[in-house]
């Protein structure tokens, strides 16, 4: 069975550009949630889509948007991006909401915003 | 305020040598925690998951314990490898099927493998 799949791997935008990151996640699996990895706050939850509707939603300003498509595909969005959006994202897919202990990690796209 | 701390920050150890890195949580109630192991510029991936009833847990050269009275954990590591040049992060839930903004990721700890 294929792994989690993310696209791009990696990505160089300019402050106040507006990017989009693809998550495709195991086959089978229907939810997909959302990361933000940097080297000062660690791995932090950024939301969770289930069904094509998002279901949680961690502490980020409303900059960071994403959406769910009806094959469990996921995109996020990021607007207006800040110096401070530099991360490492990452996507993990679950076959249930919320499931954390059947959670599987994709390889991440690494952004830097100059 | 529930929150998971790892020491040490950082290791570097030769290879063949053993390491031992720890997690202390203050998260309440405690459900189950879990370990995973990240490769730099990589996802992670997970080593070891734990409820609270149990003590050890093993996967190949890697061993993590778990002691719910003093909220410590521990991820041993034997005859280490070059390969084992990652980050470990420790992850804490308070409910088995808590929502993902409940669940307390640690810092990480680098650890450094070198021959």
């Known amino acids: 069975k294929a792994g989690v799949t993310q696209t791009p791997r990696y990505l160089i935008k300019t402050r106040g550009q507006q990017v989009t990151l693809s998550c495709s996640p195991i086959?089978?699996?229907?939810?997909v949630s959302w990361y933000q990895q940097t080297p000062g706050q660690g791995l932090q939850f950024l939301f969770e889509y289930f069904s094509e509707t998002q279901r949680n939603k961690g502490n980020f300003p409303g900059r960071f948007s994403g959406r769910q498509f009806s094959n469990s595909r996921s995109e996020m969005n990021v607007s207006t991006l800040e110096l401070g959006d530099s991360a490492l994202y990452l996507c993990?897919?679950?076959?249930?909401?919320?499931?954390?202990?059947?959670?599987?990690f994709g390889p991440g796209t690494r952004l830097l915003v100059l | 305020k529930n929150q998971v701390e790892q020491s040490p920050q950082s290791l570097i150890i030769l290879e063949g040598k053993n390491c031992t890195l720890q997690c202390n949580y203050t998260v309440s109630p405690f459900s189950n925690l879990r370990w995973y192991k990240q490769d730099t510029g990589r996802g992670p991936v997970s080593l070891t998951i734990m409820t609270f009833s149990e003590n050890t847990k093993s996967n190949g050269r890697y061993t993590a314990t778990l002691d719910a009275d003093t909220k410590q954990s521990s991820l041993h590591i034997t005859a280490s490898q070059l390969s084992d040049s990652a980050s470990y992060i420790c992850?804490?839930?308070?409910?088995?099927?808590?929502?993902?903004?409940?669940?307390?990721f640690g810092p990480g700890t680098s650890l450094s493998v070198i021959p």
């Open positions: 993990a897919s679950s076959p249930e909401i919320s499931g954390w202990e059947t959670q599987y």
């Open positions: 086959s089978g699996h229907r939810s």
């Open positions: 992850v804490v839930s308070d409910d088995k099927k808590t929502s993902y903004d409940k669940v307390i």
